[in-house]
């Protein structure tokens, strides 16, 4: 399949740090190389190995917490697991992780355009902290639009003015919930059991930094609604296979019923803050925090492409998994 730079770099584009001043002001161009698995533009079967390389580091900033556990942070349970830990920066606990998670997401992309190119993955956020999105006024063209990947053009200059109060003003982070659709879905994706798709979705959601909780579909809210509220009714419309509502988010079993997969995340405060807190260092002496250095305010406006990534690696898996064990035949109705 075509895989270049050219076709993998936009996405990291949309995940780099300094790109707005809502975000981290670390600078990295986030650049991608194709080190193996490609020749003259066309994949050759072998492993893709890229690279992307850190260019605006700063340990010094680390310097102060190398003997002492950052409250929120991995610090105190890498050290607990290993005895040792790199104090400069989070290390695989770390938001840079998630570049490579996005450039992966580009292969994955690629495999989708050439098995099933109907297939379209959109995410935005929801919430930032306690100020929620009206769905009333969700506009996909506004997306594009904001810092905040918010469909609500509303809300975006609503959350402008809370994040740089909380930045400048409070010294404080705040948490978010990104919401993931993918459309175009063919319908068979999964497995009863082991390979479930909503399954295999949720581990991949929570496998990214700071991620704390993950639904698909009505996901949460479900406990409060009844049986006859939650079952969407099905019925033909023109001959082609219709829903009432999409409550299960486009997976009832673990298999893809061919409705939107829908899947949300919450992403907690960033840790690093400029407010001092307590922690204890290394010897056991307590200690007060104040973690300096280029944070995100909020992280999850970086998660969103981060999101989109990993939608776009799970629905890859599992077409080629369905290819293994049905060869793409389907059941079929009428």
Known sequence: MPLS????QP????????????TT???????????????EGVTTGTPISLMIENTDQRSKDYGEIARTFRPGHADLTYHLKYGVRDYRGGGRSSARETAARVAAGGVARQVLAALAPEVRITGYMVQMGPKRIDRSRFDPEEIGRNDFWCPDPVAAPEWEDYLNWLRKDDHNSVGAMVEVVASGVPAGLGAP??????????????????????????????????????ADEIFLDGGELAFGSNRAGGILGGISSGQDIVVRFAVKPTSSILSPRRSIR?????????????????VGI??????????????????????????GVRGRIG
Not at 5 to 8: D, G, Q, S, V, W
Not at 25 to 39: H, M, N, P, W, Y
Not at 206 to 224: H, L, Q, R, T
């Open 193 to 230: 059991i082991y390979g479930k798709l909503d399954s295999d979705l949720a581990s991949a959601m929570m496998s990214i930094n700071a991620v704390k909780g993950v639904e698909i579909g009505e996901g949460m809210a479900a406990a409060a609604l009844t049986g006859r509220e939650n």
């Open 25 to 39: 002001q670390r600078q990295e161009a986030d650049a991608v190389r194709i080190l193996s698995g490609t020749f």
């Open 302 to 327: 970086r998660a969103v492409p981060v999101g989109e990534a990993m939608m776009a690696l799970v629905l890859a898996d599992h077409l080629l998994l369905d290819r293994g064990q049905t060869g």
């Open 11 to 22: 996405w990291l584009d949309r995940r780099r740090p300094g790109a707005s001043r809502h």
């Open 282 to 298: 290394m010897d056991g002496s307590p200690a007060e925090v104040v973690t300096k250095g280029r944070h995100d305010p909020c």
């Open 5 to 8: 730079e050219e076709l993998i």
